[in-house]
């Protein structure tokens, strides 16, 4: 019988080919991947990873303590807790662990990818994370059997016999092989390191499954092939182990230095085990900073939410830890300014990221000029709005510096005071995406308006924002459709030449050669009716248009220009601004003319076809509007109503009156372009010629003009 077992022994002992050549080994990984179930069951980890670990811990080679006979003590108590524990979590999955580790593959003489495939065939129900811990337990069976039997040989004789039927090595415990198996320990050790993180990547991932924590999704992507690597590893182990049973004294022991495998998988394994840790530090680390940004945030809005104060409000929106500082900057006197300085004054927060449109700033400034006085009750902050991913390098600083040197207003003297809490409750709360937004904030932090803006630019001034309803009314009722609010502050030689009896006609348009048709057919026009006209070139609301291009092109001793983009942003800004506060307030293209006349400038832009407004003269109180080729089929038809138009005072009307035929007869087809309003899309918008819901598509946009 010994004999026998001898030469099992020396059978298991000899070399077995396990490598696989790195150019079959996606192949094997996607052949293994086949294998896997559409659902994947767990088993509970920690039990099972406690009873591997207390394995390894026992049965680790102390070859000193061995070969002296010095018996290992065990704690009892420990053992039945574990005991008890292994029993609950592997009741149901016992004989897989028995098969792994006695059937299929350990200590076989087998190729290794067949071995390989056995196995993740074997577990194929089971997740990633189970197959490591099973292979783990598997290896620790192996291990720990070999080991119990080398420490229990020297005083126990039933240890002796089942050695000598082993036959174990009787040098396995000798001082000289010490060294031999450091490295085998050493990868063993990695080994369950990698099987311990990838379960805590999987317990971080749970804890957190709504959270899109990139090192995490990264991590979690190769957790398969850390697990391929896992199970080699364990099986390369299972074979060296599997080298010490038949044991011939011609031989001596291997050393991992010995095996090229060992040396192969363990370099291998350290490189996962190196990049596991590296990613759950910085998943870690990502979501202990989410969740200290989460409870600032929440703080912050409570902090909002119970304010009495704006002071209180503009010390959680600063994060100024130096009392001493005054962390405000005042443009127009260059001094810097402390928070308790604007107790008692409303607060206006403008809101912009450093892409603030130049002609928006200026028409501010301008505004801010002509209102700003020494007992103004009210001051304006600027907040800029920048990723907290985007660092404040010198770069982004130098930009900022710039536009800040261009307000008269106060600013924050360091950005980098704004705390990534308030970028977040400004862009949820205040609906801040892209589009620059001015909050008002009365003397008790309360907000009375979460976007003046536009209120501003259509009022033309800042604390119209703080009134009465009704004295706001009161200037809205103010403003009508005429020729002196289209063009008051933009271009206020129109109203002169108004005065003087001349009409005046707007125009604009991207298309240049309708514009230079329209030129030439209005002023033929203009002659046949007997009435002198004055044109100005308007641009277009597309501030990345072709304008430029257009007024260079223009016949000087024709037509009027707008001096400078300043005018032109101005003059579709007011429109914009106008048709926003309308539509917030709740009014439509059917009970508001304003409104409807509005919407139908903006509506005959956007057709891209050119539009006209003509207006003045003796008929003052009119003012016609057409869509491009309407207008020019107009003027060609001019011998149907030339009879009236060349009659003093009747132009305009002779115009309206085949427009609206026109109109009546005709199908149409309006588009309007328009932005966000404070972070959200227009839910309906009523046609200004029919008054149907107009149809709302999502349109993406990048223009790029040199």
């Known amino acids: ?153 020297k005083t126990n004789q039933l240890a002796q016999s089942v050695s000598l039927l082993k036959h174990l090595s009787p040098g ?128 912050l809005v409570q902090t909002i939410e119970s304010s009495l104060d704006q002071i209180t409000i503009l010390s959680a929106f600063i994060n100024n ?58 001051e304006i902050i600027w907040l800029p709005m920048v990723d907290v991913s985007i660092h404040w390098d010198e770069a982004t600083l130098k930009i900022y510096e710039q536009l800040r040197l261009k307000m008269k207003w106060l600013s924050i003297d360091n950005p980098s005071l704004i705390k990534p809490s308030v970028i977040k409750y400004i862009k949820e709360k205040w609906q801040f995406v892209k589009m620059t937004i001015l909050v008002a904030l009365d003397k008790q932090g309360k907000v009375v308006h979460q976007n003046a803006i536009h209120m501003v630019q259509v ?11 009704k004295e706001i009314e009161s200037h809205w009722s103010g403003i009508t459709w005429n020729l002196e609010w289209l063009v008051q502050g933009i271009y206020d030689d129109i109203l002169d030449w108004a005065k003087e009896k001349k009409y005046i006609c707007l125009y604009g348009g991207e298309d240049i050669k309708w514009v230079k048709e329209f030129i030439e057919q209005a002023k033929k026009i203009a002659t046949l009716a007997g009435i002198t006209l004055d044109m100005v070139y308007m641009g277009t609301s597309n501030t990345s248009g072709h304008g430029d291009q257009i007024i260079k092109t223009l016949p000087k001793d024709q037509t009027h220009t707008l001096r400078d983009h300043k005018s032109t942003w101005l003059f579709w800004s007011r429109l914009e601004s106008l048709l926003r506060l309308k539509i917030k307030s709740g009014k439509t293209v059917k009970d508001d003319l304003l409104m409807r006349e509005v919407l139908m400038t903006l509506t005959y832009d956007g057709s891209g076809k050119g539009w006209a407004v003509i207006g003045g003269g003796l008929e003052t109180n009119l003012l016609v509007k057409a869509r491009g080729d309407v207008i020019l089929e107009c003027f060609a038809k001019f011998d149907q109503w030339k009879e009236k138009g060349s009659q003093e005072g ?17 199908k149409h087809c309006h588009k309007l372009t328009f932005p966000m309003i404070d972070g959200h899309v227009l839910d309906i918008v009523e046609c200004p010629d029919c008054g149907h819901p107009m149809e709302k598509f999502v349109m993406y946009k990048c223009c790029i003009i040199d």
């Open 321 to 378: 830890t130096k009392d001493n500082i005054a962390p405000l900057f005042d443009g127009s006197t260059r001094k810097k300014v402390q928070i308790e300085d604007l107790k008692g004054k409303n607060i206006f927060f403008l809101i912009s990221d450093l892409d603030f449109q130049n002609e928006e700033l200026e028409i501010l400034c301008d505004i801010y000029a002509k209102e700003k006085k020494d007992d103004s009750q009210y």
């Open 650 to 666: 009747r132009f305009l009307q002779a115009i309206n009156e085949w427009l609206s035929k026109v109109h009546s007869e005709k």
């Open 172 to 299: 396995l415990t000798e001082q000289s092989n010490k060294v031999k198996f450091e490295g085998l320990n050493t990868l063993i050790t990695t080994i369950k390191a990698v099987v311990e993180l990838i379960i805590q990547f999987k317990e971080l991932h749970t804890q957190h499954i709504l959270l899109e924590v990139p090192a995490m999704t990264e991590a979690l992507a190769k957790v398969p092939n850390a697990i391929y690597w896992t199970v080699r590893s364990a099986v390369s182990c299972a074979i060296m182990i599997s080298s010490l049973i038949g044991y011939n004294p011609d031989q001596q022991i291997l050393s991992v230095a010995d095996a090229p495998e060992i040396s192969v998988v363990t370099n291998k394994i350290k490189d996962i085990l190196s990049y596991l840790k590296s990613s759950y530090t910085l998943c870690v680390h990502f979501i202990d900073q989410y969740m200290a940004e989460m409870n600032s945030y929440e703080k």
């Open 459 to 469: 009022l033309g001034g800042f604390e119209f924002a703080f009134k009465p309803p």
């Open 1 to 153: 019988m010994i004999k026998a077992a001898t030469s099992v022994g020396n059978a298991l002992a000899k070399p077995i080919s396990i490598s696989v050549s790195v150019s079959n080994e996606n192949a094997l990984m996607n052949e293994i991947l086949t294998t896997r179930a559409s659902d994947s069951r767990d088993i509970r980890f920690h039990p099972v990873l406690q009873v591997i670990s207390d394995i390894f811990n026992l049965a680790t080679p102390n070859v000193d303590a061995i070969a002296n006979g010095v018996k290992v003590e065990l704690d009892g108590s420990k053992d039945k807790m574990n005991q008890a524990n292994l029993e609950g979590a592997l009741s149901t999955h016992a004989q897989i662990l028995n098969k792994i580790s006695c059937e299929d593959g350990f200590g076989e003489k087998r190729k290794k990818n067949m071995i390989l495939l056995s196995i993740f065939k074997l577990l194929s129900g089971y997740s990633w994370e189970s197959i490591g811990v099973f292979i783990l337990a598997a290896l620790a069976v192996n291990y720990g059997e070999i080991w119990l039997i080398a420490q229990l040989s």
